[in-house]
């Protein structure tokens, strides 16, 4: 492999930026390299984004480092650049640090053997698997969905599929069968990997069998179920599909040759809510998603060599494959992968793991903070957090009272606190302190990274200059790993993300610039609600509790929630009248724990005998919200409405707030 293979292209323009920031060190250590590094990637975001990426390992060099079209879009970053990923996470720190951990694997139960992997056994699994997959036909572009716990293999199995250039879809393993199906027969996977059951906490889960139900919906695509023995429970057999792990893997020669991948071509789908209609699955690519995770990865959490990174999200969603997975691999660190959850067997478990394994970066959501307060600082207090040297938080805004107990009682006063706001689709951190270089500021989400150009426009589209503002954030300029389509659906991309207002990318998030330019997320400005950190569009919850046979229409809504942030509530119009309220949503539970899974249950649900419409038929959403809310400031203009006397109803019957 060249090592060097970048120097052929800076033949071009870019080659005297190339020489100016030769001298600039990826890693950003104080104000004056911030703004440095900011400017630089402004002024030539070409030359800018070539120099870092430069450090990778590449197969051949890129033929251009950026096109794009915000019309399209068509975004494609260091296009006609081989390489693998998976050679960057693994084969280049093998000489370097082959004995150093890459994964530290904390069981759910605290008693368990703890199991780590360095970076060459890392290595040698991957490439087992990989050839376990190869084995089973899988081939460059097949797709492989993943419905597992949190445990090394899920990884593993990630790091195979990318190494030969199979595209991984990872489901996450609280959504319900239907949810997994839809998902196997939208990406037409070829294969499924699970584990036969799933320890969380108490719970024991048969996720083998949530796999069954789900490919007896009509997944012809399927030809294998591939499945880790885990607990060693018994499990249903489908002979000829249903083939064990160990019998796959274990035997298969322990190098594989990487897949000679183009930087735009893909890495992983991973499906993501909006605000109408099924998930969708976004893409993520190659070249540009491996060089954005790993900059920002460095430095958001100034990972240095031998600290210990811990991040408690799941795989299943964005944040674990890009700041569990591939940023802290990229980057040659050690990531504390945990299976279980925050409050087994004690409230103390995070803090029991930080001091267990010395964790020097932790990473969590303000949700998990927020529970974690409500029961009390003394699982706290006692543990030896003297580690930590920078908290995280992502997901969700997080409140200024949340944020100082982590600061206070986590970081003992003086750890700063990372606030980084993101989404699936920017497959990266966009906007976050750098600790100990830029400001932090309780609520805010602060500063861009560099390459970064946030904006807000007002709902015209009109950029709002200056500082002290309020709108909705978009970016003006393509950074490496964001999305480049939705899988199967381009014009589902452009309309969602592109259309909006014009040339830019849209977000979905509303924010505020204050009088420094910190910015901070005020949150989704559509019809997407956030709870727990999880992301949830109401038309899907609606489109699951109209499965109910005696529902004739809801409507479903965001309201604040002292733990979760958002709660989801329900109003719901029934064809006859209901005689056991209880016994009703129950079952309304159940058909949105069977169509989605768990985390889409409504805290709240109303029985309403009409919904407030315009006279086109549009429900409005903001009364609802403002009932929803026990907001009493008046339901503002209802003279548009065809029935302006249902908000009387509905608000007479409302249901108070959640406590808990
Ligand atoms: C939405 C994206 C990014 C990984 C996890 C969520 C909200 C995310 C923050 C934050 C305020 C935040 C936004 C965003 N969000 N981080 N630090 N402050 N809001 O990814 O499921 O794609 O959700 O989460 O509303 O649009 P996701």
Excluded at 21 to 45: C, G, W
Excluded at 158 to 180: D, K, W, Y
Excluded at 225 to 232: A, D, W, Y
Excluded at 555 to 571: E, R, T
Aim: one cysteine or more.
């Amino acid at each position: 492999m060249d090592s060097s293979p970048v120097k052929s292209t800076f033949g071009k323009a870019e080659y005297r930026v190339q020489d100016k920031l030769k001298t600039m060190n990826p890693l950003i250590q104080t104000r004056a390299d911030y703004d440095l590094a900011y400017q630089k990637s402004v002024e030539d975001p070409e030359g800018f984004w070539a120099e870092l990426a430069s450090t990778f390992e590449w197969k051949k060099p890129w033929d251009s480092v950026l096109k794009w079209d915000f019309i399209k879009p068509d975004i494609q970053w260091f296009a006609g650049g081989k390489l693998n990923i998976t050679e960057n996470c693994l084969d280049r720190h093998l000489a370097t640090r082959g004995d150093q951990t890459a994964i530290l694997w904390e069981p759910n139960d605290p008693n368990a053997e703890v199991r780590r992997y360095t970076y060459r056994d890392l290595y040698h699994e991957v490439c087992k698997t990989a050839n376990s997959l190869k084995a089973l036909g899988v081939k460059k572009g097949d797709r492989i969905c993943f419905y597992m716990p949190m445990v090394p293999e899920l990884a593993i199995a990630v790091l195979a599929c990318a190494r030969i250039g199979a595209v991984h879809s990872v489901v996450f393993a609280g959504f319900s069968a239907n949810a997994l199906a839809d998902r196997v027969k939208d990406a037409a996977c070829k294969v499924v990997i699970c584990s036969d059951y799933n320890d969380r906490g108490s719970k024991h889960i048969p996720v083998k069998e949530v796999v069954d139900q789900a490919l007896a919906m009509d997944c012809d695509c399927v030809e294998h179920v591939l499945v880790l023995k885990h607990t060693g429970d018994p499990v249903q057999w489908t002979e000829g599909r249903d083939l064990w792990w160990h019998d796959q893997v274990d035997h298969q020669p322990d190098t594989c040759p990487a897949e000679v991948m183009d930087s735009e071509d893909m890495l992983f789908i991973l499906y993501t809510s909006g605000s109408t209609g099924k998930p969708k699955g976004v893409v993520h690519t190659c070249g540009g998603y491996m060089v954005f995770t790993w900059y920002s990865f460095l430095n958001v959490f100034q990972y240095q060599d031998n600290d210990v990174y811990f991040c408690t999200a799941d795989i299943g969603w964005i944040t674990g494959h890009s700041y569990i997975v591939y940023g802290p691999l990229l980057a040659g660190a050690t990531t504390l992968m945990f299976e279980g959850v925050p409050t087994y067997p004690t409230p103390s478990r995070f803090w029991d793991i930080v001091d267990k394994h010395k964790v020097n970066q932790f990473y969590t959501a303000p949700t998990a903070i927020r529970a974690l307060m409500a029961m009390g600082e003394e699982w706290v207090t006692g543990h030896d957090l003297s580690s930590l040297k920078v908290l995280g938080s992502v997901g969700e805004p997080i409140n200024e009272e949340a944020w100082k107990w982590y600061h206070d009682h986590v970081g003992r006063g003086t750890v700063p606190i990372v606030d980084t706001w993101w989404q699936t689709e920017t497959g990266g951190i966009l906007i976050s302190p750098l600790p100990n270089v830029t400001p932090m500021k309780p609520c805010y989400a602060t500063l861009p990274l560099p390459g970064i150009q946030p904006c807000l426009v007002n709902s015209s589209g009109e950029e709002i200059e200056g500082n002290d503002v309020e709108g909705l954030l978009c970016m003006k300029f393509p950074w490496p790993s964001i999305l480049r389509t939705t899988y199967g659906d381009h014009e589902r991309c452009r309309t969602t993300y592109f259309s909006m207002y014009k040339g830019m990318y849209f977000t979905g998030d509303g924010a505020r610039r204050d009088a420094d330019g910190l910015y901070r997320i005020i949150g989704r400005v559509d019809d997407v609600i956030n709870v727990s950190g999880h992301r949830i569009g109401t038309a899907e919850v609606e489109n699951a509790i109209n499965c109910h046979p005696d529902v004739v229409e809801s409507a479903v809504v965001g309201y604040p929630h002292p733990i979760k942030g958002q709660g989801i509530y329900a109003y719901v119009i029934t064809q006859h009248e209901v005689k056991d309220e209880a016994a009703f949503r129950k079952e309304v539970l159940q058909v949105v724990t069977k169509e989605i899974g768990p985390i889409a249950k409504p805290d709240q649900i109303q029985l309403v005998t009409g919904l407030p419409k315009t006279r086109s038929g549009k429900i409005m959403r903001r009364i609802l919200r403002k009932i929803a809310s026990a907001d009493t400031s008046g339901m503002g203009d209802t003279s548009t409405l065809l029935n302006p006397e249902i908000v009387d109803e509905i608000k007479a019957g409302a249901l108070a707030p959640t406590k808990s």
